[in-house]
């Protein structure tokens, strides 16, 4: 059996009283893309913000349950979060770079820790703007600035920026929802490229995004965790007749 990089267990989430999610398990094989879907509000970002704990950020939220990444209990009080940012990356759906060049953008990470040395800073950047599907469009303008670029571009920047310290996860919160059609395409092959070296959980509205680029799909309604399995089986013949209600648009 293929090493589970991610665990989720009985997850419950809760916005003051309001119980947001209900109790989900979920795990994660190493490399490879889980889609998470269901309609507005069925609690899929709620969810994908816990997994690198995002929520610490914001007031009168609390998280249970048992989440562990490679067998580390990721709410432990001793972890870091800024080290497991790194380790379980995130890409929001706006393309969000800094008001800085690329270059800048892509090794702010890096800089953070303390990184100074300007050839291991240039081969990073190389790396991960290659990794990200853009270094061709942008090698030639490393230090013009990322807000000069389109939509799409940028939102690879950030991807690319995410890469930069070597993530093991990428969490994609609709990555490519405020797109044009285009640059959704190169974004999509972006995660495509990067399925065997990375494990990427991915929040999509789009059913056709999600049996085009995910090996395993996950489908949430009002909460709960309603069936996950192989993308193709959920999107031909689903366990559950919610799950079966959703895809073919008879709700949501
Ligand atoms: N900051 C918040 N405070 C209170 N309730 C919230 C907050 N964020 C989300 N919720 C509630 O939690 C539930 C799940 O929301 P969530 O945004 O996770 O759903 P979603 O499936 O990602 O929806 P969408 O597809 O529209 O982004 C909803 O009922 C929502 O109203």
Redesign the pocket.
């Known amino acids: 059996m293929a090493e589970k990089i991610l665990t989720t267990e009985n997850v419950r989430l809760y ?2 009283e ?1 119980e ?1 999610l209900h109790g989900i398990n979920l795990d994660y094989d190493k490399f490879g893309i889980t889609a998470l879907i ?10 994908l913000r816990a997994l690198n704990r995002m929520h610490d950020l ?1 007031d009168n939220v609390t998280v249970n349950g048992t989440f562990l990444f490679k067998g580390q209990d990721i709410y432990a009080p001793s972890t870091d979060t800024v080290e497991l940012r790194k380790d379980i990356g995130m890409v929001f759906q706006q393309p969000n770079p800094f008001p800085f060049s690329i270059y800048d953008n892509v090794a702010f990470g890096m800089r953070i820790s303390g990184e100074k040395n300007k050839a291991v800073l240039d081969e990073m950047v190389e790396t991960s703007l290659k990794q990200a599907a853009i270094w061709n469009e942008v090698k030639d303008d490393l230090h013009k600035s990322a807000l000069s670029l389109s939509g799409g571009q940028q939102q690879r920047v950030s991807i690319a920026r995410a890469l930069a310290t070597s993530p093991e996860i990428l969490l994609l919160d ?1 990555p490519t929802a405020a797109l044009d059609p285009v640059s959704a395409h190169a974004v999509e092959n972006t995660l495509m490229q990067l399925r065997d070296k990375l494990t990427m959980i991915i ?1 999509t ?1 789009s059913m056709a995004q999600a049996s085009r680029i995910s090996d395993r799909t996950a489908f ?1 309604m009002n ?1 709960d965790l309603i069936e996950a399995n192989d993308t193709k089986k959920i999107f031909l013949d689903p366990d559950k007749k919610e799950t079966q209600d959703y895809i073919s648009g008879r709700f949501g």
């Open positions: 916005y003051g309001k947001a269901g309609p507005s509000g069925s609690g899929k970002s709620t969810y914001t609709e929040v509205h949430f909460g």
